[in-house]
């Protein structure tokens, strides 16, 4: 693989809103053939990739989820050429105005996204941020080119390009989830130079930011013994709260709530430990907001980790990252999987 951030901003630099994941699913494709042994497609549009342990067959297997789909917009009118929208998961629109846009209509299409003037504004809406029925996208054509060209339905992404700032950091929109992907792709390139027991299941999922359909699907599929999910988790900056929040540059967290199984936390945390590898606990209450919520009761349920990268701004199109966060928790997952025994479900129990 070429380097992590060179790879990182071509992921970011491909549309894949949740539900229309194709385009990006080609790219993980092309880039996992050579570190794998197996590809195929699922019927939810998941990417799986196969490789294969050294033990003794039938081997335990273990399943590495990180969702590849983004959020984004779609059209749902046109008014004399100027495009209406709604969100495709969560986003923020405080920070929508003046973004720039791809139109994936007939022909991809570059665009604004705009608010009208406050004056014209409803009176209770002037002093504060604009929802997003009042937001436009200007595409700078007649209507009736518009007309020809875009139609309701059609997928709006993020077009803002990633951006290098100090201290081995990148902004930009869709780093949730595209960082665990390049995690989990370090994940892979580690494990070429590593013996390991276990087969492993790399699972780039679909729709996790809509319906969760992907990772459930895949899981009830794959049918693994383990599974670990690769996601992001909000990054500490100033005027929010450092309790819920997670400095980036100090190493991933590692999820403890319901969803995650307390003995692999264990598992983990003794690894790391071996390791030296910063990390922090994150305390998950309820649901963790990533996939292991879905996969943990697949079928007669599934053990469930979660490994989280920091990210500042999240769920906006100037997410900011760190690459040795994406790196230490790719490396912290293929040492893991490389000291998992053929016998390590015997002895994993819930404490």
Same mark, same amino acid.
């Given at each position: 693989?070429?380097?992590?951030?060179?790879?990182?901003?071509?992921?970011?630099?491909?549309?894949?809103?949740?539900?229309?994941?194709?385009?990006?699913?080609?790219?993980?494709?092309?880039?996992?053939?050579?570190?794998?042994?197996?590809?195929?497609?699922?019927?939810?549009?998941?990417?799986?990739?196969?490789?294969?342990?050294?033990?003794?067959?039938?081997?335990?297997?273990?399943?590495?989820?990180?969702?590849?789909?983004?959020?984004?917009?779609?059209?749902?009118?046109?008014?004399d050429g100027f495009l209406r929208l709604t969100n495709i998961?969560?986003?923020?629109?405080?920070?929508?105005?003046?973004?720039?846009?791809?139109?994936? &209509?007939?022909?991809?299409?570059? @665009?604004?996204? =705009?608010?009208?003037?406050? +004056?014209?504004?409803?009176?209770?809406?002037? !002093?504060?941020?604009?929802?997003?029925?009042?937001?436009?996208?200007?595409?700078?054509?007649?209507?009736?080119?518009?007309?020809?060209?875009?139609?309701?339905?059609?997928?709006?992404?993020?077009?803002?390009?990633?951006?290098?700032?100090?201290?081995?950091?990148?902004?930009?929109?869709?780093?949730?989830?595209?960082?665990?992907?390049?995690?989990?792709?370090?994940?892979?390139?580690?494990?070429?130079?590593?013996?390991?027991?276990?087969?492993?299941?790399?699972?780039?999922?679909?729709?996790?930011?809509?319906?969760?359909?992907?990772?459930?699907?895949?899981?009830?599929?794959?049918?693994?013994?383990?599974?670990?999910?690769?996601?992001?988790?909000?990054?500490?900056?100033?005027?929010?709260?450092?309790?819920?929040?997670?400095?980036?540059?100090? &190493?991933?967290?590692?999820?403890? @709530?319901?969803? =995650?199984?307390?003995?692999? +936390?264990?598992?983990?945390?003794?690894?790391? !430990?071996?390791?030296?590898?910063?990390?922090?606990?994150?305390?998950?209450?309820?649901?963790?907001?990533?996939?292991?919520?879905?996969?943990?009761?697949?079928?007669?349920?599934?053990?469930?980790?979660?490994?989280?990268?920091?990210?500042?701004?999240?769920?906006?199109?100037?997410?900011?990252?760190?690459?040795?966060?994406?790196?230490?928790?790719?490396?912290?997952?293929?040492?893991?999987?490389?000291?998992?025994?053929?016998?390590?479900?015997?002895?994993?129990?819930?404490?």
């Amino acid at each position: 693989m070429q380097n992590i951030q060179t790879f990182l901003k071509t992921l970011i630099s491909i549309p894949g809103l949740s539900g229309y994941e194709s385009s990006i699913r080609e790219l993980i494709e092309k880039t996992w053939k050579p570190l794998t042994d197996e590809l195929e497609v699922s019927r939810m549009g998941s990417l799986h990739a196969l490789k294969r342990g050294s033990g003794k067959a039938p081997r335990p297997k273990i399943l590495i989820a990180a969702h590849m789909d983004a959020i984004g917009l779609m059209v749902t009118g046109i008014n004399d050429g100027f495009l209406r929208l709604t969100n495709i998961g969560g986003l923020d629109a405080r920070v929508l105005p003046g973004q720039p846009v791809l139109v994936h &209509g007939r022909r991809n299409l570059p @665009g604004v996204i =705009v608010q009208p003037p406050a +004056h014209l504004l409803p009176a209770e809406m002037r !002093d504060g941020p604009v929802p997003l029925q009042y937001l436009l996208v200007d595409t700078g054509l007649k209507p009736r080119d518009v007309d020809r060209l875009v139609q309701n339905g059609d997928t709006i992404s993020f077009a803002q390009q990633p951006l290098e700032l100090q201290g081995d950091t990148l902004a930009g929109h869709s780093l949730d989830n595209r960082v665990s992907v390049a995690a989990l792709t370090f994940c892979l390139e580690e494990l070429q130079k590593r013996m390991h027991l276990w087969d492993v299941w790399a699972v780039a999922n679909t729709q996790e930011e809509t319906t969760g359909g992907g990772a459930r699907t895949s899981a009830f599929q794959l049918h693994p013994e383990l599974a670990v999910v690769i996601d992001t988790t909000w990054g500490r900056s100033p005027g929010v709260p450092d309790h819920k929040t997670f400095p980036i540059g100090k &190493g991933p967290t590692l999820g403890w @709530g319901p969803d =995650v199984h307390s003995g692999l +936390h264990k598992a983990f945390i003794a690894v790391a !430990d071996k390791m030296e590898l910063p990390y922090a606990i994150e305390i998950m209450p309820s649901h963790s907001g990533t996939d292991a919520h879905v996969i943990q009761v697949t079928s007669e349920g599934i053990p469930c980790m979660t490994v989280l990268i920091p990210i500042r701004y999240m769920h906006t199109p100037v997410e900011v990252v760190s690459m040795v966060d994406i790196k230490r928790a790719g490396s912290l997952i293929a040492e893991f999987i490389a000291q998992l025994s053929t016998d390590f479900m015997q002895h994993l129990s819930l404490d």
